[in-house]
C-alpha cells in the first residue's frame, strides 16, 4: 500500500503540536501522526512534551516485526500505546505542566501498511475522505470514535484496516470552527491528490480560508491511501 502525507500549522499565534514521523521497511509504509490542540501557553508546552515523547515511542518500536506480521504483535502495541499515553498524560497533570486538566488534548493515528491504530480524547475533529456516486464525500469520525471503550483517562483508540483510496483529516476545533464540509470536499478531493506536494498545496489552500475567517492556533494533518 502506498501512503501520502501532508501537514498545515498555522504559522502565527499557534499554541498547537503536532508529530509526523514515517519510514520503511522492505516497501511497507510505517507511520505514525499526533496532533495536540493548544489555545495557551501551557497547552502549547503540553503538547510539544507530548509529541517530544511519542517520537521517542516511535523509534522504539520492532519495526521488523510489526511489518512482518501486524496480526500478531498490533493487541500488544495498543495495550503499550494505551499505557504510555495515560502515564505521560497524569505525569503532566500531576508535574504541574497542564493544571487544572484532567487530560490532554491528543488525536492521531499508528499504522503499519494497511493496520492501524487511531486515538483521541478529543480536541479535535477527525474526518474521512473519500468518493462516493462520483463525487468527494466527507464524513466526521470523531462521534463514532468517542462511543469506543474508554481506556487511560478520556482516551479511546480503535484498531483496524486502511482502506484503499481513502484519507483521514486530523483538524484543531480552531481551524474546523471555521470551515464547512464543502470547504473540505472542494479543497481535499481524493481523486485530485495524486502526490504530497500537491497534497500539501492543497491542505495549505484549506488553512488560508481558515486564517481568512479568523482561525487561530490552527494545526491539521492528513494521510491519503493509495492502491
Known amino acids: 500500500?502506498?501512503?501520502?502525507?501532508?501537514?498545515?500549522?498555522?504559522?502565527?499565534?499557534?499554541?498547537?503540536?503536532?508529530?509526523?514521523?514515517?519510514?520503511?521497511?522492505?516497501?511497507?509504509?510505517?507511520?505514525?501522526?499526533?496532533?495536540?490542540?493548544?489555545?495557551?501557553?501551557?497547552?502549547?508546552?503540553?503538547?510539544?512534551?507530548?509529541?517530544?515523547?511519542?517520537?521517542?515511542?516511535?523509534?522504539?518500536?520492532?519495526?521488523?516485526?510489526?511489518?512482518?506480521?501486524?496480526?500478531?504483535?498490533?493487541?500488544?502495541?495498543?495495550?503499550?500505546?494505551?499505557?504510555?499515553?495515560?502515564?505521560?498524560?497524569?505525569?503532566?497533570?500531576?508535574?504541574?505542566?497542564?493544571?487544572?486538566?484532567?487530560?490532554?488534548?491528543?488525536?492521531?493515528?499508528?499504522?503499519?501498511?494497511?493496520h492501524f491504530l487511531l486515538f483521541s480524547n478529543g480536541g479535535l475533529k477527525i474526518f474521512s475522505l473519500n468518493k462516493n456516486l462520483g463525487h468527494g464525500h466527507v464524513q466526521c469520525l470523531t462521534d463514532s470514535i468517542e462511543n469506543e471503550k474508554t481506556t487511560a483517562g478520556s482516551l479511546k483508540i480503535r484498531q483496524g484496516i486502511l482502506?484503499?483510496?481513502?484519507?483521514?483529516?486530523?483538524?484543531?476545533?480552531?481551524?474546523?470552527?471555521?470551515l464547512t464540509e464543502q470547504d473540505i470536499r472542494e479543497c481535499l478531493y481524493v481523486d485530485e491528490l495524486c502526490g504530497e506536494e500537491q497534497m500539501q498545496r492543497h491542505l495549505q489552500e484549506l488553512g488560508r480560508r481558515g486564517e481568512a475567517l479568523g482561525g487561530r492556533d490552527m494545526a491539521a494533518g492528513m494521510l491519503l491511501t493509495r492502491s
Not at 512534551?49 to 519495526?63: I, K, N
Request: charged share 15%; with cysteine; glycine share 8%.
Open 1 to 114: 500500500m502506498n501512503l501520502i502525507t501532508a501537514v498545515y500549522w498555522q504559522a502565527f499565534q499557534n499554541h498547537s503540536a503536532l508529530l509526523l514521523q514515517q519510514c520503511q521497511y522492505k516497501f511497507i509504509p510505517i507511520c505514525l501522526f499526533v496532533l495536540c490542540p493548544g489555545q495557551n501557553e501551557s497547552q502549547g508546552m503540553a503538547g510539544a512534551y507530548l509529541t517530544g515523547q511519542l517520537l521517542q515511542w516511535f523509534r522504539r518500536q520492532p519495526f521488523k516485526r510489526l511489518a512482518r506480521n501486524p496480526d500478531k504483535y498490533f493487541s500488544s502495541l495498543e495495550e503499550n500505546l494505551e499505557h504510555f499515553l495515560g502515564q505521560l498524560s497524569g505525569d503532566l497533570i500531576s508535574g504541574g505542566l497542564a493544571p487544572h486538566m484532567q487530560s490532554i488534548p491528543i488525536s492521531g493515528i499508528f499504522s503499519v501498511d494497511d
Open 163 to 178: 482502506q484503499r483510496k481513502v484519507g483521514l483529516l486530523f483538524i484543531t476545533d480552531t481551524f474546523s470552527q471555521q
